[in-house]
């Protein structure tokens, strides 16, 4: 049914209140708006430093990969095109061993560090008297794992002199050059990653605190074992957060910086030449800003690509507990 019209004498025909509709719209973008820059005042802080310290130089990063610019020559940042991204693939040895490098790295130590945090989480999900000091205590390692200080402490840990060679002489066994060989230099930082396991053991520990125990005694009841409750009851539950480190360390993988740059410099024979130390050295011993801007935008490439394949692939193993079926 059509809505009846007001005409008026020398006016056009106007929808009843629309006079009066028009007003409380009005005031509702008003407060909307209000409210707004209430919001936007509260984040202006934190808004400011990511434009001036992430945005914009996201940005000029960008502008940089495409020349040739280097900070000590004044006749620099001329428009090369592709020409960085060609000396990378083609050109350069140096990067295909930071490639590989790096690659090994994240291989090996992502699925460790998960495997090792999950089963410490499952030790300390259990109630026993003194438990919160040891997830403090296991914790600690995550704190100070990243720290320069601890980079040289392993170092001297596996150094020639080392406390690790002084057991093995101890029972023995000839000394290792842990850090001068190419076979075990590597090994040395994916074990180091692997001992800084506080962080997803403690999201571990908080999913496993919210599977429902009914499951487990309905389990006990079917006659399941220890064994057939963790493959049946907590590994499907637990995806979500298994996903989520699993996430989380893959990025962190590959921006692995300081245990290299400390413990071994990338030696021996480039066998632990990060991607990051090897951008960094590009960056600021060679100052080949254009090219280690390539390399950076590279990396953000790769990363993104690697975490839309996980996101892809998690429908045909994450179960979450609002899916349907």
């Known amino acids: 049914m059509e809505k009846p019209v007001i005409a008026v004498s ?15 719209s009005n005031a509702k973008v008003r407060n909307f708006r209000q409210n707004n820059l209430v919001g ?10 990511f434009i001036v310290f992430a945005l914009i130089p996201v940005a000029i990063s960008l502008v940089l990969a495409f020349t040739d610019y280097d900070i000590l020559s004044p006749n620099t940042g001329q428009f090369i095109g592709l020409q960085n991204f060609h000396r990378m693939f083609y050109e350069d040895v140096r990067y295909a061993r930071s490639v590989t490098a790096t690659f090994q790295y994240v291989f090996f130590s992502v699925p460790l560090r998960l495997v090792f945090a999950l089963g410490v989480a499952l030790v300390m999900n259990a109630k026993r008297r003194g ?39 101890s029972i023995g066994f000839p000394e290792v ?10 090994w040395t930082l994916i074990l180091l990653a692997v001992w800084q396991f506080g962080s997803p053991m403690l999201v571990f520990l908080a999913g496993l605190r919210q599977i429902p125990q009914e499951l487990y005694e309905a389990a006990s009841i079917d006659g ?21 480190n699993l996430i989380m360390q893959l990025i962190a993988g590959f921006k692995v910086f300081t245990q290299a740059f400390i413990v071994t410099g990338g030696a021996p024979l480039d066998t632990t030449l990060f991607y990051t130390l090897y951008l960094y050295n590009r960056a600021f011993v ?19 690509v690697l975490t839309i394949i996980s996101f892809k692939l998690s429908s045909f193993w994450v179960f979450y507990e609002t899916k349907e079926g």
């Open 177 to 186: 050059k842990w850090l001068g060989n190419p076979q075990t230099a590597i």
């Open 131 to 169: 438990v919160y000091w040891y997830r403090a205590i296991y914790y600690v390692p995550s704190i100070i794992g990243g720290s320069v200080a601890v980079a040289v402490m392993w170092r001297q840990l596996f150094g020639n002199n080392g406390v690790i060679n002084a057991v093995i002489a």
């Open 40 to 49: 936007y005042l509260f984040i202006s802080p934190w808004l400011i430093c």
């Open 286 to 304: 060679n100052y080949q800003m254009g090219y280690a801007s390539a390399m950076a935008w590279v990396m953000l490439i790769v990363i993104a």
């Open 10 to 24: 020398g006016t056009k025909p106007i929808e009843p209140h629309a006079a009066h509709t028009r007003p409380k």
């Open 224 to 244: 399941a074992s220890n064994w057939k409750k963790f493959l049946r009851v907590t590994l499907p539950l637990l995806t979500p957060i298994i996903f989520f």
